[in-house]
C-alpha cells in the first residue's frame, strides 16, 4: 500500500483535468491510500525568489498561505501525480506556482520515492505534450523519482470531452496497477 497524492492543476472544476484525476483515484483506492490536492481550492501564492527558507528562515517561507497545508500532506506521501490541462504547451500557472514553493528545502523531508503525469489538451498534435514531458524527465531523473507512468489525452475542449476518448479508462488502469 503507497500514501498518494494527485496534484490536480485546473482551475475549471468539474472539467477534463478533475474527470481524469477521479478516475486515476478510483483506480488508486483499491489497493492505497490517495487524497487529491486541487488548486482551486487552496490559496497557494507564487514563490518570491527570497530564498529565506533556504537560509535564515529555516525551511519557513515568508509567505503564510495554504502551501503550509500541502506541505503537511507531502510529508506523508510516497507516490506524487501531476494532473494538468495543457496551457500554451506547459502546466496551468496555478499548479506551476505550487511547484515552484516546493523549492524550499522542507521538500528534503518528504518521502516521494516516485511520480506521475496526467494530461489533457484540446489539440491533436503529436508534440503537444513534448515540452511538459521534457520538464517532468528532467525534474523526475534530478530528484531520482520513478515514472509510474502518463495518461496524455489529445482532443478534449469542452468540459467532460474527456469521456469520447480512452483516457478515463487509461486513467482508472494507471491508478489500478499501483500497490
Ligand atoms: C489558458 C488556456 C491555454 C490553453 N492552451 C492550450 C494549448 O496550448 N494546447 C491545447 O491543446 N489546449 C490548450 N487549452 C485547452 C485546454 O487544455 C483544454 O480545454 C483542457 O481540456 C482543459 O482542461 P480542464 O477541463 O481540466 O480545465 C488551453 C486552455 C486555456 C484555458
Avoid at 518570491?48 to 503564510?64: D, H, L, P, T, Y
Avoid at 520538464?135 to 469520447?164: C, P, S, T
Amino acid at each position: 500500500m503507497s500514501r498518494i497524492i494527485v496534484l490536480v492543476g485546473s482551475p475549471r472544476k468539474n472539467g477534463n483535468t478533475d474527470i481524469l484525476a477521479k478516475s486515476f483515484v478510483e483506480g488508486a483506492k483499491i489497493h492505497n491510500e490517495v487524497e487529491i490536492i486541487s488548486v482551486v481550492d487552496y490559496k497557494i501564492n507564487p514563490c518570491k525568489g527570497c530564498n529565506a527558507c533556504r537560509k535564515e528562515n529555516n525551511n519557513i517561507c515568508v509567505q503564510s498561505d495554504d502551501m503550509n497545508l500541502v506541505y503537511d500532506k507531502l510529508k506523508n506521501a510516497d507516490i506524487l501525480v501531476i494532473a494538468s490541462p495543457v496551457y500554451f504547451y506547459g502546466i496551468s500557472a496555478q499548479l506551476k506556482s505550487l511547484i515552484d514553493r516546493l523549492h524550499n528545502p522542507i521538500r528534503n523531508d518528504f518521502a516521494i520515492s516516485k511520480l506521475g503525469l496526467i494530461l489533457v489538451g484540446a489539440d491533436v498534435l503529436d508534440e503537444l505534450f513534448d515540452s511538459i514531458i521534457v520538464q517532468y524527465d528532467l525534474i523526475r531523473k534530478y530528484f531520482g523519482l520513478e515514472d509510474i507512468g502518463r495518461v496524455l489525452v489529445r482532443g478534449a475542449e469542452a468540459k467532460g470531452d474527456v469521456y469520447k476518448t480512452d483516457g478515463v479508462r487509461e486513467a482508472f488502469e494507471l491508478g489500478r496497477r499501483l500497490k
